[in-house]
């Protein structure tokens, strides 16, 4: 699920606008097919606060992580991406630099989530290859093996 990060918004926000950003945002993302994302429950929309007032609202940056490498989700998909939803806030500010910044992340370098449960434990040698749940500290919970 891509994690899509909005930094130096203008200070102040109302609820109505963050909500128009917000709307601005998963419709560029769902906008691009090749991503195969739904709607606004298969991403992950952020308000990021910034501590220092001083320049909020005159350079907007957008981050989005978390986008699962896949073949479809070519070099030139990602730059629409960034394309559509850089001129989506900038179509909201249309005074601020917006800058947008795409980085896809491969899972198997190390991801988990709580919608796979149960899970398989990987590094344990004796039940590895049966579903069950791995414990916080990395042992199996069926032997407590690594």
Request: glycine content about 8%; hydrophobic content about 35%; aromatic content about 6%.
């Amino acid at each position: 699920m891509p994690i899509i990060k909005v930094w130096c918004l203008p200070a102040n926000q109302t609820e109505e606008m963050l909500n128009k950003v917000h709307q601005s945002i998963v419709s560029a993302v769902v906008g691009i097919y090749e991503l195969g994302l739904k709607d606004e429950n298969d991403m992950t929309c952020l308000f990021v606060p910034d501590l220092m007032s001083y320049g909020l609202g005159e350079e907007i940056i957008i981050e989005i992580s978390g986008l699962f490498e896949k073949p479809e989700r070519t070099q030139g998909v990602r730059q629409r991406l960034a394309l559509n939803v850089g001129l989506g806030i900038k179509r909201l500010y249309p005074k601020a630099k917006v800058e947008c910044f795409v980085a896809s992340f491969n899972p198997e370098n190390g991801f988990w989530t709580s919608a796979d449960q149960p899970t398989k434990n990987p590094d344990c040698e004796v039940h590895g290859s049966i579903e069950h749940m791995q414990s916080a500290d990395g042992k199996c919970p069926n032997c407590g093996n690594h």
